[in-house]
T-cell receptor, first 115, second 115 residues
Framework: AQSVAQPEDQVNVAEGNPLTVKCTYSVSGNPYLFWYVQYPNRGLQFLLK??????LVKGSYGFEAEFNKSQTSFHLKKPSALVSDSALYFC?????????????FGAGTRLFVKA | EAGVAQSPRYKIIEKRQSVAFWCNPISGHATLYWYQQILGQGPKLLIQFQNNGVVDDSQLPKDRFSAERLKGVDSTLKIQPAKLEDSAVYLC?????????????FGSGTRLTVV
């Protein structure tokens, strides 16, 4: 069965510093991987995805994520954090080999960027 | 393009009452999802429609939850009777088709409080 883990409930970083939000996954086949962001009282917004190809994928708002097959990880990164990046971040995975299209979400990581 | 519309935004009901949520997906999106997001957790898929057919409802508590998607466009999710543990945000999402590698587009959600 597919699963996704976000080991950190919360990440704190100073504005201007690089940030990393961690995600690991488990699937039986090839994964599609996603990051979503949720601002207060807003729905989830798609940030970026990995399907195939280059392991480093770039997304919205300057975010990027690195797919590491050997470590089954898909960590979200940004070189320089902004206060406005403070939000709840969800990693999600879809197992494309099981014949279904169910996307499983992690529990979320709250990012605090301090000015 | 208009986003995924959901109503109402908020609903407070007493336990054992019934409630219904409405979702209008992005025009042309064949696949529609209902997710339940309990506070502090990631979204959990309740049901997935492809046009007006159900693709996956394995996590839908069918003794009290029901959903329909008439004519393959709008969808309603109903809870009858509601329990305290149903308090959550109910998110609707849509995508172009079940096999797409696109991310989902989520609505703003309906926050349900059962007292």
């Amino acid at each position: 069965a597919q699963s996704v883990a976000q080991p950190e409930d919360q990440v704190n970083v100073a504005e201007g510093n690089p940030l990393t939000v961690k995600c690991t996954y488990s699937v039986s086949g090839n994964p599609y991987l996603f990051w979503y962001v949720q601002y207060p009282n807003r729905g989830l917004q798609f940030l970026l995805k990995y399907i195939t190809g280059d392991n480093l994928v770039k997304g919205s708002y300057g975010f990027e994520a690195e797919f590491n097959k050997s470590q089954t990880s898909f960590h979200l990164k940004k070189p320089s954090a902004l206060v406005s990046d403070s939000a709840l971040y969800f990693c999600a995975v879809r197992d494309m080999n099981t014949g279904g299209f169910k996307t499983i979400f992690g529990a979320g990581t709250r990012l605090f960027v301090k000015a | 393009e208009a986003g995924v519309a959901q109503s109402p935004r908020y609903k407070i009901i007493e336990k054992r009452q019934s409630v219904a949520f409405w979702c209008n997906p992005i025009s042309g999106h064949a696949t529609l999802y209902w997710y339940q997001q309990i506070l502090g957790q990631g979204p959990k898929l309740l049901i997935q429609f492809q046009n007006n057919g159900v693709v996956d409802d394995s996590q839908l508590p069918k003794d009290r939850f029901s959903a329909e998607r008439l004519k393959g466009v709008d969808s309603t999710l109903k809870i009858q009777p509601a329990k305290l543990e149903d308090s959550a945000v109910y998110l609707c999402a849509s995508s172009l088709e079940g096999q797409t590698d696109y991310g989902y587009t989520f609505g703003s959600g309906t926050r349900l409080t059962v007292v």
